[in-house]
């Protein structure tokens, strides 16, 4: 079985597809590939290991429909039209649950550096900026005791609110359904959406990319939100419409906002949010530490090698 695998991969699960006799090719240009490019190159492959890179659209997938996987490098897979796919007859994979810590800890890692203005005060230091003591100047907001409200509390989430104790933040959270272990472990309330806007001292995102969630963050749901709430997005970045986001802040309808992921990414250097002292911006690095990006090639190597012996797929995207 020849696989191609969009990027260089983590160590762990290149080891394991070579113990395993399974070839592999990596693209090591540092750039994407165009969708015709890589439907090209995998006319000669097996599986596609995804691991970043373009969207995967219809158009794309009926050029591929001779793979028998697509095994993606990540827990999200929005960056590909699954149900062309599964009506193509291509099989695709995910890695569910293993970035869960690592980006609940982005999470936290924001919601502290927008309340402190940590990455615009690092910026002034650089900017020579750092000189006279003004005891009344640049001054954040305590977290402490404040409401942490979360939009889809599943794993991710619920990782951040186990964070969020060492605060005493009280929780509150929507769901489209009720997580009652996270009731009884966590001590957490189910509000109506509304309530959850118009409640959270801190809301921060954590649930998919659908068609139901896709833009929600206007300008109008800002403006349902507290003035000193902060908008914590590490999920997807069209969740939320930057520019209104930008608004928001600048009008000072919320606080600030911390974002992992923006629309569109990369962002651009030249964007207004990246100029304001309450906003926290990091270029999409939830996953990025060494154990969880291992962890992540390893499974998506064991769904490649399940494919390969036969046997059903470890993760298999069913919906």
Known sequence: ???????????????????????????????????????????????????????????FLEKCTHLK?????????????????????????NVPGIPSKSTADIAFLLMQAVARKAFFMHQRILQ?????????ANLGIDLEGKTLGIWGLGQIGSVLAKRA???????????????LVAEKELGARYVSFDELLAQSDVLSV???????TRGTFTKETFRK?????????T???????????????????????????????????????????TVAILPHIGSATIGTRNAMSRLAAENV??????LPLPNLIKN
């Open 206 to 212: 954590h649930t998919a990319l659908t068609a139901e």
């Open 1 to 59: 079985m020849k696989v191609f695998a969009t990027r260089v991969l983590p160590t762990d699960g290149r080891i394991l597809l070579e113990r395993a006799g399974i070839n592999v090719t990596e693209w090591k240009e540092k750039r994407n590939l165009s969708p015709d490019e890589l439907a090209a190159l995998l006319q000669d492959y097996d599986v596609l290991y995804y691991a970043g890179g373009k969207a995967m659209s219809r158009p």
């Open 128 to 136: 020579r900026e750092w000189g006279f003591s003004d005891p009344t």
């Open 69 to 93: 996987l697509i095994a993606l490098m990540s827990a999200g897979y929005d960056n590909i039209d699954v149900a062309a796919a599964r009506e193509l007859g291509i099989p695709v994979t």
């Open 305 to 310: 090698i399940a494919a390969m012996k036969g």
């Open 225 to 233: 939100m507290k003035p000193s709430a902060i908008f914590i997005n």
């Open 235 to 277: 999920a997807r970045g069209a969740i939320h419409n930057e520019t209104d986001l930008y608004e928001a802040i600048q009008e000072g309808l919320i606080w600030g906002a911390g974002l992992d992921v923006t629309n569109p990414e990369p962002m651009s250097a030249d964007s207004p949010l990246l100029s304001l002292p």
């Open 165 to 179: 104790r060492a605060f005493d933040m009280p929780l509150i959270y929507n769901n489209r359904r009720r997580n």
